[in-house]
């Protein structure tokens, strides 16, 4: 039991604590608009209007103030327009001129939201629930959705360490023989503890798969694991001598030995999240927009400990040239 002056204290205690939660979380309020780790509340209060959003994106696009968009001399806001004119040629400007946002209906608010949702769903969102959720029509959303992933594209580098590959493939019933062929193959390649990277191909073959991991595995890779396929055979490549196998046949998923984990448990484990993704919210996914939908993925993935991936992805958004709804629709 405890006495009237302890429980004093645990209220006490309680209270300190409540309180410091309280103070701590008060300077994300104010400043930056972009602190680390936003969640749905903060975003609402934060961009919940065009204005906020226009103040996010000038913070974003001009950290030293705004900036002429033609000789990149200091800008001066015009009185109560959400326009800049420049101090030097006098030409005037938006926040949104020459970026994706420029020409577009949907209200920037809508804009933020999008691209929060589809940075925090790990498994993706279908154009169908952003439909419902930003109270727009399913173009719109599907529209939006292909311009939010266009611009998740990250750096060209290559893997390197331990990296594990596999393949799989996307689309198709198995009923139906001919829709087999209408399977997409994509390769996937991790490097534990690190990136990865998912790349569509028409077709595999040990050509093709060489021609991949050259583009994306650093000569100075340590090992690289994958099953018996013989998909994989690097004898002829700088690869010789660095590739080790699983049976997967025999049922080996993990072989221990010389020092070495060998299994590709890693690289199935992300196939297997972009495969809840299909099934789970996309549903569908065409070939011809397949190789987006795995830069979604992979963006999101190799962002997972990325406290400022809202912001960053942003960023992007900014610098991303626009991608015409005519682009996307036409045939393959
Ligand atoms: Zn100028």
Redesign the pocket.
Known sequence: MLDDSRMENVFDQFIAGHLRRVLLCFPLFHGDPMTPNVNLCQLIERFGNDEKCRKALETLRWPDGPK?L??N?DATPVKDRDTFD?D??H?QFTVTTATIFHDTHLDLWKWFLCTYLLCESRKGMSANQLKRTLGVSYKTAWYLCHRIRKAMTEADHKLSGTVEIDEMYIGGHTKNADKWKKHAPVVGIRERGGHLHFISAANLNQDKINEIIARNVDKSVDVIMTDESRLYNFNATKFQGKHKTVNHKSEEYVRYGGGLCVTTNAIKSAFSLFKRGVVGAWHKVSVKHLPTYLQEMTWRFNNRKNQYLFRDTMLRLLASDNLEYKELTKAA
């Open positions: 002429c033609r000789c001399g420049c030097s040629c030409y």
